[in-house]
T-cell receptor
Framework: DTGVSQNPRHKITKRGQNVTFRCDPI?????LYWYRQTLGQGPEFLTY????????KSRLLSDRFSAERPKGSFSTLEIQRTEQGDSAMYLC??????????????FGEGSWLTVV | AQRVTQPEKLLSVFKGAPVELKCNYS??????LFWYVQYSRQRLQLLLR??SRESIKGFTADLNKGETSFHLKKPFAQEEDSAMYYC?????????????FGKGTKLSVIP
């Protein structure tokens, strides 16, 4: 499967600990997105990169959250001092940069975070 | 602010019956609308987008700007259509590339 890859797939952590998720996009895709999904909700946008530049951040992305995409390839999403409210599925997605903004966004399988 | 509303959390239909999954949106600009589907144990994937005006797996969706709706329709439901369906709106016209999703509708096709 050469789609978007995320790891770890599941993470259980104690409140107050830091966690980091990694996303490997489809190789030729230069746009990368992070979304969060909680039970009974649709995915919610967190942030977006074009190559290595982080161009957009949601207000959902508090200062405990940081995302990077060094060299414009893989990306990491770190959550510091986790809280129980951070428990969710974290989805990564990628797409090509095309003239048409309606290009297909491909999602990964997600990383489940449970904060206990 | 942009918003996507899917009024039904669960929709059950018999195999062979018509299906309509409702989606209404709120957006001041010119929206791009999408339907995403998530089959059991699979990742979220694009089903169709309004700008393509295509039919995928027998599904169609027409953007109605007057009613601000983008309902997903299929004339004859199949068991393999059972899945979670999300309507989404892109604000790319405003220079943003984020998608706003609805809460989703679970479609269950009864054999």
């Amino acid at each position: 499967d050469t789609g978007v890859s995320q790891n770890p797939r599941h993470k259980i952590t104690k409140r107050g600990q830091n966690v980091t998720f990694r996303c490997d996009p489809i190789s030729e895709h230069n746009r990368l997105y992070w979304y969060r999904q909680t039970l009974g909700q649709g995915p919610e946008f967190l942030t977006y990169f074009q190559n290595e530049a982080q161009l957009e951040k949601s207000r959902l992305l508090s200062d405990r959250f940081s995302a990077e995409r060094p060299k414009g390839s893989f990306s990491t999403l770190e959550i510091q001092r986790t809280e129980q409210g951070d428990s969710a599925m974290y989805l990564c997605a990628s797409s090509l940069r095309m003239g048409n903004p309606g290009n297909t966004i491909y999602f990964g399988e997600g990383s489940w975070l449970t904060v206990v | 602010a942009q918003r996507v509303t899917q009024p039904e959390k669960l929709l059950s239909v018999f195999k062979g019956a018509p299906v309509e999954l409702k989606c209404n949106y709120s957006y001041s600009g010119s929206p791009e609308l999408f339907w995403y589907v998530q089959y059991s144990r699979q990742r979220l994937q694009l089903l169709l987008r309004h700008i393509s005006r295509e039919s995928i797996k027998g599904f169609t969706a027409d953007l109605n700007k007057g009613e601000t709706s983008f309902h997903l329709k299929k004339p004859f439901a199949q068991e393999e259509d059972s899945a979670m369906y999300y309507c989404a709106l892109s604000h790319s016209g405003a220079g943003s590339y984020q998608l706003t999703f609805g809460k989703g509708t679970k479609l269950s096709v009864i054999p």
